[in-house]
């Protein structure tokens, strides 16, 4: 395989500022798609990045398949959780294809990383269960942070990608309005949506104030009726 995509590795090896809000999203939004999967047996998981997730799902599901596309990323997830019982499968997404189908299928902050989000949703769908869940999680632009930026005249488009989305190999954000737009385009309806972290000030301003947990907790909480305000969108669609 082609392992360009290696070169986004350095961003999920924890040297990074914004390492303190992939924490909080990665471990928030997990919880919130258990909660809201009771009783399902089998997940598929698009991208491994962070580990969070992975990690955290395996947990829960007996049977949890994991699709990453880098085989650099795949080794730093294997050296620093080396009891993940998740099978980790190489592939692109767009060259995937199994004939099993799943409960569950989770595309945790991966919309903004392909090339055409269109193809990905229709392709996937097959892959479901009847009946089955998919929980779709992205980056909002549209974040109260964002749109300070925006107003104090610090961010000149409230959709422009940062060196850090560069990094990470962001191609866009979303808005609650645009993630509707697409999902509707490729066969689906939201049944739920909500927030998650809502996020008042910088990465930096932030992690200034020292804040409890409790208090990290709290902004996650307040943000699940806010998708619109809060730092990433979570979506659980079905097909129409």
């Known amino acids: 395989m082609n392992n360009t995509l290696d070169s986004h590795v350095a961003a999920y090896q924890g040297d990074n500022l914004y390492d303190f809000d992939n924490e909080i999203l990665l471990t928030w939004y997990p919880k919130r798609v258990l909660r809201h999967t009771g009783g399902a047996d089998s997940l598929l998981e698009l991208g491994v990045g962070h580990g969070y997730t992975?990690?955290?799902f395996s947990h829960r599901y007996s049977r949890h398949v994991v699709l990453e596309g880098s085989p650099a990323v795949i080794r730093n997830f294997r050296e620093t959780h080396p009891e993940c019982s998740?099978?980790?499968?190489?592939?692109?997404f767009e060259e995937f294809y199994t004939d099993e189908r799943f409960d569950v299928i989770v595309m945790g902050f991966i919309l903004e990383h392909v090339d055409d989000p269109l193809v990905i949703l229709q392709n996937f769908r097959k892959f479901l269960v009847p009946n089955g869940k998919m929980f779709l999680a992205v980056p909002n632009a549209e974040v109260l942070n964002r749109k300070l930026g925006y107003l104090a005249g610090l961010l000149d488009d409230i959709s422009t990608l940062s060196e850090?989305?560069?990094?990470?190999?962001?191609?866009?954000?979303?808005?609650v309005s645009n993630l509707t737009d697409a999902v509707g385009r490729a066969g689906f309806g939201i049944d739920r949506i909500e927030g998650i972290y809502l996020k008042p000030f910088t990465t930096r301003q932030i992690i200034s104030l020292q804040l409890e947990r409790k208090i990290i907790d709290a902004l996650c909480e307040v943000g699940v009726g806010y998708p619109e305000l809060s730092c990433g969108i979570l979506a659980e669609i079905s097909a129409r």
Not at 86 to 92: G, M
Not at 164 to 175: E, P
């Open 86 to 92: 998740a099978e980790i499968v190489e592939t692109y």
């Open 54 to 56: 992975t990690d955290i």
């Open 164 to 175: 850090n989305d560069r990094l990470l190999g962001h191609k866009r954000y979303y808005t």
